[in-house]
């Protein structure tokens, strides 16, 4: 009877840490979004089924060594079981507590993408202050070490039992030990085979709740085995001849053919701005919040306006990759953080300096973070400018490095360096990332009230104040501006939100032929094959995933965009959420109108995740 209540008593405790874990995480995030008590029963309710099975998954170990106990009468107990339940358990609160801290920046769980960003921990420090950090980590490490160590106390140090070992040990003691291995069975496969997934748990249209019924535990380990999968096993939805025959339905091979002119010359010099989290939600032109971004917003009436853009991913890598590499993003892969991928990269750089242009890219932070410097050196730019080699005084550095201001306006005295060595017959291409619309939202500048919007009110005065100098200047007439941004941004959102990936995309400057709005879908990885195209430059076989929306064979608008647990698909017929791990969809606009959409997204999963450079 010992050891049987000792199991029970394990699965309670395990189980009264997964309900207050899951609870501090709703307590935690409550401003995400409206609940109510009865919300709060629904999710416990929902994710019960999976969190009996994380638990009886994490006790089934002690199951087996305690029930050794019954023929070894002395053996050890606590001394065996005792370091596997400490570090289980403190893993286990780690992830709770990690995962309902970082819920609050990201809006997704937990999971294996986490490690390919440790390389890189001065993006957090930047992010948040050291005071945050210390006092968020103190506590979850004080948790886990105080629940780690009663997981142990509870854990007898020997099990004696009266009767002597022998080779028929009494049903008094075997059957209900016996028949609680049969219980840890039942929440491990559920009754007739049917084991809990995190399907199951999702049963709300707000996100929050659904994430909040998922198990972070089983969370964080299922994901780690899909990480560990080889890419191209790790998801399969069809058949692959299947799948390769509806991609070859909705993805045109060939698009370098132009039915709209955009520019007055076909080569431009030509200058990229990557805007930092600048989604379409802080651009009133587009819809977005009023008086935030006054200068953007006027300026994309004075070029070619594309107001129907969509970002490929959640993180500035991705973005940077799909804009300038014209490549489709991976929810679970970083391309700029495969070294061996780089050099077979595709890239705007590469290209037009085999068409005689001088490359160069400026990022004000540090461009050693998440391997960027590598990305664009391998990738064909002559030279790039950060925080290391600027010379900028400590009193125009933000937290991030130089502040927008200070990095616009070193980029357009670098510009005019470059124009005056090489003449009004020389071409360049200039790469520009701007920093300060980020966290910690810590601006020189004092113009809204509310922290956030003041920074990107920020970010937008410097990009006006540069533009607006720079058309002021010889390099404007032969000058092709593209403005874009990385992602969007969390603020007052979820992924869930399809208007996070909604994002500016403007064609500006002295080369453009004429102010234009055009509201033809268009995707972040869509840049470079547009741009190559009113160039007269053919990129079809060497840009795959990149299309021009304004070719003849771009019958099939759509937009593809993904995070770490999901996927949104767009096209004209509306937009399909879906989320990887639950393999379920959490979003349809128009309501069940997705089916079509939802066999493309899975389609396009699928194909990407058999692409050569994942190999």
Same mark, same amino acid.
């Given at each position: 009877m010992k050891r049987t209540l000792y199991i029970l008593g394990l699965i309670l405790f395990l189980a009264i840490m997964t309900l207050a874990g899951k609870l501090e995480f709703l307590s935690y995030n409550r401003d995400v979004c409206f609940f109510t008590i009865g919300d709060v029963a629904d999710v416990l309710w929902q994710g019960l089924p999976l969190d009996l099975r994380v638990i009886a998954i994490m006790v089934l170990p002690v199951w087996v060594v305690t029930a050794f106990t019954l023929y070894f009468v002395r053996m050890p107990l606590r001394r065996i079981v005792g370091p596997y339940l400490f570090v289980v358990v403190f893993l286990a609160t780690c992830i709770t507590c990690g995962g309902l801290i970082m819920y609050e920046n990201w809006k997704f769980l937990l999971d294996a993408s986490i490690f390919s960003y440790m390389s890189s921990p001065g993006n957090v420090s930047a992010s948040v202050p050291t005071s945050y950090i210390v006092s968020r980590l103190g506590l979850s490490l004080l948790a886990a070490l105080v629940l780690s160590v009663v997981a142990v106390l509870i854990t007898p140090s020997r099990i004696v039992s009266l009767h002597r070992r022998s080779k028929h040990i009494p049903?008094? %003691?075997t059957l209900p030990y016996l028949l609680t291995g049969v219980l840890l069975l +039942?929440?491990?496969f559920g009754i007739n085979g049917r084991k809990a997934d995190e399907a199951s748990a999702f049963h709300s249209d707000k996100i929050l709740l659904n994430h909040a019924a998922i198990n972070p535990v089983g969370h964080m380990v299922h994901s780690m085995l899909v990480y560990a999968r080889d890419p191209e096993n790790q998801f399969n939805y069809m058949e692959d001849a299947e799948c390769s025959r509806i991609f070859g339905e909705i993805f045109p091979e060939n698009t370098d053919d132009v039915t709209v002119r955009l520019l007055k010359t076909t080569r431009p010099n030509l200058l990229t701005i990557q805007l930092e989290s600048f989604g379409a939600p802080f651009i009133q032109a587009l819809g977005g919040q009023k008086g935030v971004a006054p200068e953007i917003s006027a300026w994309m009436e004075r070029g070619v306006n594309f107001t129907n853009a969509w970002a490929t991913s959640f993180r500035t890598d991705r973005g940077t990759v799909s804009a300038l590499s014209g490549y489709v993003a991976f929810p679970t892969q970083s391309l700029m953080m495969r070294d061996k991928c780089l050099d077979s990269l595709p890239s705007l750089a590469? +290209?037009?300096k085999a068409e005689g242009y001088r490359t160069? %890219?400026?990022y004000g932070g540090n461009a050693q973070h998440m391997n960027k410097a590598k990305y664009l050196t391998a990738t064909g730019f002559d030279k790039v400018w950060d925080i290391r080699n600027l010379n900028i005084p400590a009193d125009k550095r &933000?937290?991030? $490095?130089? &502040?927008?201001?200070?990095?616009?306006?070193? =980029? =357009? &005295?670098?510009?005019q360096e470059t124009y005056r060595q090489q003449g009004s017959e020389g071409h360049f291409y200039w790469g520009c990332q701007t920093i300060d619309s980020h966290e910690p939202f810590q +601006?020189? %500048?004092r113009r809204l009230e509310n922290k956030v919007y003041n920074a990107f009110a920020y970010t937008d005065h410097c990009v006006g104040e540069f533009l607006d100098s720079l058309s002021h200047t010889p390099l404007w007439d032969n000058l092709l501006v593209v403005i874009y941004a990385d992602h969007g941004h969390m603020y007052n959102t979820t992924f869930s939100n399809p208007e996070f990936f909604h994002m500016p995309l403007l064609f500006t400057g002295g080369a453009v032929s004429e102010p234009k709005k055009t509201d033809i879908l268009i995707s972040q990885g869509d840049i470079a094959g547009t741009l =190559? &195209?009113?160039?007269?430059?053919a990129h079809s076989k060497t840009f795959p995933w990149s299309r021009n929306v304004f070719s003849r064979n771009y019958t099939y608008p759509f937009v593809y965009s993904n995070y770490p647990s999901g996927v949104m698909f767009r096209d004209n017929? $509306?937009?399909t959420m879906y989320d990887l791990w639950a393999d379920h969809v959490i979003m349809e606009s128009p309501a069940k109108s997705g089916s079509v959409r939802l066999r493309n997204l899975q389609t396009m999963i699928q194909y990407s995740y058999r692409d050569a450079l994942l190999k």
């Open positions: 049903p008094r %003691y +039942v929440m491990i590469h +290209v037009l160069d %890219y400026l &933000s937290c991030w $490095g130089a &502040s927008d201001s200070t990095a616009l306006m070193s =980029l =357009l &005295s670098l510009m +601006v020189p %500048y =190559l &195209s009113q160039m007269e430059i017929t $509306g937009t």
